[in-house]
């Protein structure tokens, strides 16, 4: 019998029975690449500055696109077609009156049932059948309730979605939330303009952070803005980073790999 107390750990890690000098040289040489998410919020609405060129780039970005709206389904298919990965960009409710045009037709509201709540999400998500998750439009009211937060990680994760907390907001519950519905929670590092300072130079410069935040890490995720909120400037430089970025350090991915290497670690 074992002694009580002594816990006894069988790792799963097999590379520990590899003789080492057995190992290829490469191993030691090359740390790996850093990820970087570029999540780009407010496709689909009609404010069109920065969609074209995003869109026909070469940085996998991931798009956020909103349901039901004037260019939802061209944006979607475009994003589609050029190998960008969707996720859905659901309207919620601010915690202050905006006019009702600045949701779209279909929003989440500040006190709605759990049931209607997803029902709404569901509808929305038909609209972009290969969309890998959601986060929210707006919102700075709903993401203050707890209760409807779980209730958009409990869909999620039951349906193998990621739902990335934008944190836009010092009341949001969605971290709380996740814990709640014993979800992965995902949450936003670095907004590409913030206090509505869309210029060229300060974007770039927060991609630059974004790399320091992956270096500390391991990965780092950045939100930016087409139309009003970001638009030409952002798309420009976001396509004018990846350009210059050193690709053996870090490697701009779809959002679903990170979700995917959180999912990983926490299995271990
Ligand atoms: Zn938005």
């Not at 659901?90 to 006190?111: F, K």
């Not at 944190?167 to 949450?187: F, P, Q, V």
């Not at 952070?209 to 400037?233: F, K, L, R």
């Amino acid at each position: 019998m074992l002694p009580i107390n002594k816990p006894v750990f069988v790792s799963k890690d097999i590379s520990y029975c590899l003789n080492v000098a057995e190992m290829p040289k490469e191993s030691f040489q090359k740390p790996p690449a850093k990820l970087l998410a570029i999540v780009v919020d407010d496709f689909g609405g009609y404010e069109r500055a920065g969609v074209d060129e995003l869109l026909e780039s070469d940085v996998p970005i991931t798009c956020a696109i909103m349901p039901f709206v004037d260019n939802t389904k061209t944006d979607y298919e475009k994003a589609i077609n050029n190998k960008k990965e969707v996720i859905l960009h659901m309207p919620m409710q601010a915690h202050v009156r905006l006019p009702e045009s600045w949701y779209g037709p279909v929003y989440i509201t500040n006190y709605e049932s759990t049931d209607s709540a997803t029902e709404k999400l569901e509808k929305c998500l038909a609209e972009m059948p290969e969309a890998k998750g959601f986060n929210i439009h707006i919102g700075s009211g709903a993401s203050r309730n707890q209760e409807l937060m779980k209730a958009m990680y409990d869909y999620s994760s039951s349906h193998d979605l990621y739902f990335l907390d934008s944190r836009t907001n010092l009341g949001d519950k969605c971290e709380e939330a996740s814990k709640m519905s014993n979800s992965i929670y995902l949450g936003r590092d670095v907004f590409l303009e913030p206090n509505k300072n869309k210029s060229y130079a300060g974007v770039i410069s927060r991609l630059n952070q974004t790399i320091s935040v992956a270096d500390e890490n391991g990965y780092a995720i950045a939100i930016g803005h087409v139309g009003a909120e970001g638009g030409t400037n952002t798309a420009r430089a976001i396509i004018d980073f990846y350009k210059s970025l050193d690709k053996e350090k870090y490697n701009v991915v779809p959002l679903s790999s990170i979700y995917d290497l959180i999912k990983s670690k926490n299995f271990k």
